[in-house]
């Protein structure tokens, strides 16, 4: 049987991703697992997590990226010093120190070509799955806005629900605690409306109800955790 995760908000935590992956989710073959972006920053292993990630495609597991607001700091260093500070006090310096380089442009071209690519969104016949959000109130609609889907908040009250139709939007972005998270996947599947999930459950920080990572099932609509271990 094939099952369908997500995951987002790794930011650089490599052991507990492997951790997740490995023993929480048991990722077989036939599985599709898609992580929603961050990637780098803030967590000890940003490179780490990118070799995992094309370990596990090397090895034939069916593993699809997307774009996070992380990796899209890290390209906007590139324009000036200012957003180069910007970006690393942001978590930047730990991904520079996981490359063991002191400046943004000498990351090897292997890992910037990567994440350049990376798109903003995936379609699937019942999910719509983007780092952040969409910007409903866009002129050209939710996909033109390409800024929103990488670091928009607070989008829920604008969600129009004919544009979305019957596909649920999973996203990260915006950290919240595993209480928080349960208890959106009990309203989820107690409601007839296709209602967001939320599956960044704030991985590389300390505070109390976050430093987890979290897988979400999208078949089953059920949510795996694994405790920070980086």
């Not at 599956?199 to 099932?217: E, F, P, R, S, W």
Request: glycine residues 8%; charged residues 25%.
């Amino acid at each position: 049987m094939i099952r369908r995760f997500a995951i987002s908000d790794v930011h650089g935590c490599c052991k507990t991703l492997k951790e997740l992956v490995s023993n929480g989710i048991q990722l077989q073959k036939e599985d599709q697992l898609f992580f929603l972006g961050d990637y780098i920053d803030r967590g000890p292993d940003s490179k780490g997590v990118f070799d995992y990630i094309w370990e596990l495609q090397d090895a034939g597991y069916q593993v699809r990226c997307l774009k996070g607001n992380h990796e899209d700091m890290l390209f906007k260093a590139f324009e000036g010093w200012r957003k180069d500070g910007v970006w690393r006090m942001n978590g930047g310096d730990t991904t520079l120190k996981s490359f063991a380089v002191g400046d943004v442009k000498k990351i090897p071209k292997l890992y910037l070509d990567f994440m350049e690519q990376l798109p903003l969104y995936i379609e699937l016949e019942d999910y719509w799955l983007v780092h952040a959000g969409f910007n409903f109130l866009a002129p050209g609609g939710m996909f033109t806005d390409e800024e929103a889907m990488l670091w928009i908040r607070r989008w829920y009250k604008e969600i129009n629900w004919e544009t979305v139709g019957k596909r649920t939007i999973v996203h990260g972005h915006t950290p919240i605690s595993q209480a928080h998270i349960e208890e959106r996947i009990v309203l989820v599947k107690s409601l007839p409306l296709p209602l967001p999930i939320n599956i960044d459950a704030g991985c590389v920080y300390q505070h109390t109800g976050l430093g987890k990572l979290c897988a979400l099932n999208l078949d089953e609509k059920t949510v795996i955790f694994q405790n920070r271990i980086d």
